[in-house]
């Protein structure tokens, strides 16, 4: 396997720029997601770096090799597409044998290599059916089969999962994380799903707007996310806003929101001005007293713990991740605190991350 290095990689279509400057390594056995929400340009960036897009500037490195310019099947890397892409009139055997077929291997080289990939996924005793004879699940293994056998130096995958039923995804989940152990592959990965990215991905990349966010371990972006997009995108329920602006205390930084006034302990001097305060749901406690009063509009057990949904004075939504034993009734009134050492601070300026 091999590294792969975007350098400040930009696709642009007529007046769209669909990837602006991108920077990314993957590292030599390493898995990357590429995660961010709908039009933020992670299929083009994986397309550019299978080469079915040309990129408008930057380069694309495959281990020291610039592929920048080499046509897709000489770059030596596989993707796994989300609607499989088999050959429907083909077994399952045919569909992983066909690109060893093609590259002109010997009979004997593509039988070993199938029949091995074949057991890694589990598929062995099908490799004489066709993809309508096989479930979701399977046709999906036969796709990263056929990834598979070309040994490549990288494997991209395109949101293999989304055809997938839940339970499915989940198990297929926890599948291609243990392939992608036993391989030692370098993987870069595209979805649009926030809890496949934090759980599959040694690094999670968060694009928005063709521009990359952030990129860094999963909790490490889900505790400390650089900007204010990335903490509205990673975390389910999403983390909660609060508007207001900031200003020195004694003890340090004083956020003045419309609801309530929170001191953050800080030694460094505040950026004065617009801020936005956030506080993920399991972080709020409510209580007697508290920060700020609420009242509860919707409370939703979902058995291990109770999502509860508030409306401020000021009209604003707060989630908040309580135990399932919390005792609340819709339209009671209750306190909501803050604890100081939990919030996320943002510049409206420019969204950025500030803080302690
Ligand atoms: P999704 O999750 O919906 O697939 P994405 O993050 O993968 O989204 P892209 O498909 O990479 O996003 O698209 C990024 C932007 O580039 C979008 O604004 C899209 O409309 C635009 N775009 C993508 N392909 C083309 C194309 N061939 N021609 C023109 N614009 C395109």
Redesign the pocket.
Known sequence: MAQVSLRDLTKE??D?V??ADLNLEVADGEFVVLV??????????L?LVAGLERPTRGSIFIGDRDVTDVPPRDRDIAMVFQNYALYPHMTAYDNMAFGLQVRGYARGEIEGRVKDAAEILGIGGLLHRRPGQLSGGQRQRTAVGRAIVRQPQAFLFD?PLSNLDASLRVEMRAELSQLHRRLNATILY?T?DQVEAMTMGQRIAI?NE?RLQQCAEPLAVYRAPANRFVAGFIGSPAINFFNGELGSSESGWLFKGKDFQLDVPCSAAPPAGPATLGARPEDLRIGDSGTFGAVVRVVEPVGSEMYIHLLTQDGARVVVRAPADTRVAVDERVAVAIPPDKVHLFRDDTGERIGP
């Open positions: 279509f007529d769209t669909a990837v961010g929400p709908s039009g933020s340009g992670k299929t083009t960036a397309r949101e595209v649009h694009m063709g």
